[in-house]
């Protein structure tokens, strides 16, 4: 018993590291998939393709692939070492996050780019007969539309994410996982610490599909009031 | 890059893809089959079922994968040893690693086949079950022949999700020290001091499956709506 408290609290160690790596990628990701979403919706045609491919080409590589060649390849471009860059990929939790934010830009432009799609061409026109602009069109009529239409699918990509941060103890980042995993190959107990991780990462994973659906209630009544109101 | 291919690395990949591919279509395999077995067990009669399979999808999509595996790898490897150890009665036999890690990925892929095979039943309406029986199926006939290839229909674009999953799955057992792509390309990079090259080699092996593997869906797919149509 005395042993798993000392783990717990070893382990809670890195509690605040898996935090933030979960945190900062995902506000990264969201506005990164934003902007790819955006260039896929305003400018069809090649363009559009052609990132469409690059997020396709993203989410069939496995993660642990992007985070070893961002991490041990581009160090060894001239041009990463020897400007400002080298700060940024000379941390590996830095590393971690550009990877992480680059896959959650991968599939949530794709949940993003499905839920626009998915909004009643009748109503993008209606709200345009009553004279709205691009941008009121946009906030009165495709944003609520798009987040009934995607925020169940978002809801199991941030888990996802959630999860995803338990590589970052590959590229020595330590992490829940990374101390877990320290205390795993130092006294060779496997079940101890995993178990304990485990459970934080339960607690974390509980934590944000709360906050997700408490958000989503939020927005989306705001969203039929303000309906009810026109 | 050519020059690394011929120095026997290009052998060493086509192994690890073979390895990697195999454990892949193992574990994708094995996860459908705990899929629907997990779902015809969720809408059985027997007590706690339904509560135990909604918790093991719950769990198992909760926690990280690497942790998961190296959890069940670790569990399964030891009840594998002491297996064969009973049953030969020698202790020098061992099982290769590549058993367990088979294992570890087919149940925690399994969680996610569960949620689609429950997903499918769900869509399918109990006139369907009782006109089975009313024509004189038996239990497993109607089950096979008018259930099972309706939700086959209705699951195929998340199969092939699905599938895409367990390709990407497979590289975590690198961690383990299976030698897949990932390890292979990882050993690469460490001894000749290029990893652009190998990592970017592993990548676009990656991609190219990626690729093929949408047209294979997209082609089964549009096989069972002509066949959907043809009914």
Known sequence: MELMIAYTREILGGLSTTLSLFLVSLVIGFILAAAMAFIQIRFPGHISKSVWNLMFCIRGVPMLLVLYIIYYGLPLLPIVRETFLWAVFSSPFWCTIICLAIVEMAFTSEIMRGAYFQTPKEQIEAARSLGLNGFQTFRAAIFPAMIRNGFAAYTTEVILLCKSTALAFTVTVMDVMGFANEIRSRTLDIYEPLLIAGFIYLCITITTRLALSWIFSLISVAGSARAEAL | ?231
């Open chain 2, 1 to 231: 890059m050519l020059n690394y291919l011929e120095q026997g690395w290009g052998h060493q990949f086509v192994k690890a893809f073979g390895m990697s591919f195999s454990i892949a279509i193992i574990s994708f395999v094995l996860s459908i089959i705990i899929g629907i077995g997990a779902t015809l067990l969720a809408s059985s009669r027997i007590r706690f079922a339904a509560a135990i399979v909604k918790f093991y999808t719950y769990l198992f999509r909760s926690l990280p994968g690497i942790l998961l595996l190296l959890l069940i790898f670790y569990t399964a490897d030891s009840l594998i040893q002491s297996l064969v150890k009973f049953l030969t009665g020698t202790s020098d036999a061992s099982v290769s690693p590549v058993v367990p890690a088979v294992l570890s990925t087919s149940i925690v892929l399994g969680a996610y086949a569960t949620e689609l095979f429950k997903a499918g039943w769900a869509d399918i309406s109990a006139g369907q079950h009782e006109a089975g029986r009313a024509l004189g199926f038996t239990r497993f006939q109607s089950l096979a022949l008018i259930i099972l290839p309706q939700i086959y229909r209705k699951v195929l674009p998340h199969l092939g999700s699905l599938w895409l999953i367990s390709m990407k799955e497979t590289a975590l057992l690198s961690i383990i020290g299976i030698p897949d792509i990932v390890r292979i390309a990882s050993l690469g990079a460490r001894s000749t001091g290029a990893p652009f090259t190998f990592y970017g080699i592993a990548i676009a092996i990656f991609i190219a499956f990626a690729f093929a593997s949408s047209r294979v869906f997209s082609y089964l797919e549009g096989r069972s709506r002509r066949s959907m149509g043809a009914i």
